[in-house]
Structures are given as C-alpha cells and as structure tokens.
C-alpha cells in the first residue's frame, strides 16, 4: 500500500492550490480516505475526509474553503483548497483505512506529506 501526496507549494493568502494523492496497493474507492495537516510542535489535524459511500467530513476551520474528492478512475484523492490562509501553512498528509476514522489520526496507511505554506 502506498499513498503519495502532491500539488503543495508556495501561495499568496487568498490563492488556491490543488493537492493529489495517488493511491497504489489497493482500490481508493473501497477505502475510507481523509487529509490531516501539522505544524511543528503541534498535533496533527484531521481536515478533510470521505467515506467509502462518499460522504464527507470537515474541520470547522476549513468548511466552505476545502473540497475533498476522489476519482475512483484514477485511483486519486484530491483536496481543492480555496481562500487559503496563512494559518494553512503545515505539512498536509493523505491517509486512507478500511476503517472510517472521520478526522481522528488512527488511520493505517499514510503518505509522506506535502508542504504548503501560505504568505500573507
């Protein structure tokens, strides 16, 4: 099983970016899948996350802003973030189980993360 983030990166506040996470080892749309994001010294915060059956699950911080979807084609998990904010800068990580955690970090099988950093 492998996950693979991508798509962070620099960007002003109020910009948008579009993270991808390739799914390998296993079939995406029979998982449950969720994005968290951390900062140093901080603990790491569930975002984002769908169901098998599709449906999703916000942080209060990000609802409006953040979409998460999945091509089940592609085998890829997306999150499209909008209205981005300096308090967006952290390591955003794709984690997928069987299992749906909603936002809780007890997820199996994670990816490496992708930075994005938001500069006001």
């Known amino acids: 099983v492998q996950l693979v983030e991508s798509g962070g990166g620099p960007v002003q506040a109020g910009g948008s970016l579009r993270l991808s996470c390739a799914v390998s080892?296993?079939?995406?749309?029979?998982?449950?899948m969720s994005w968290f994001r951390q900062v140093p010294g901080k603990e790491r915060e569930g975002v984002a996350a769908?169901?098998?059956?599709?449906?999703?699950n916000y942080a209060n911080s990000v609802k409006g802003r953040f979409t998460i979807s999945r091509d089940n084609a592609k085998n890829t998990l997306y999150l499209q973030m909008d209205s981005l904010k300096p308090e967006d800068t952290a390591m955003y990580y794709c984690?997928?189980?069987?299992?749906?955690?909603?936002?809780?970090?007890?997820?199996?099988?994670w990816g490496q993360g992708t930075q994005v950093t938001v500069s006001s």
């Open positions: 080892g296993f079939t995406s749309s029979t998982y449950c």
């Open positions: 769908i169901g098998s059956d599709g449906s999703t």
């Open positions: 984690a997928a189980d069987r299992v749906y955690w909603w936002l809780l970090p007890r997820y199996n099988y």
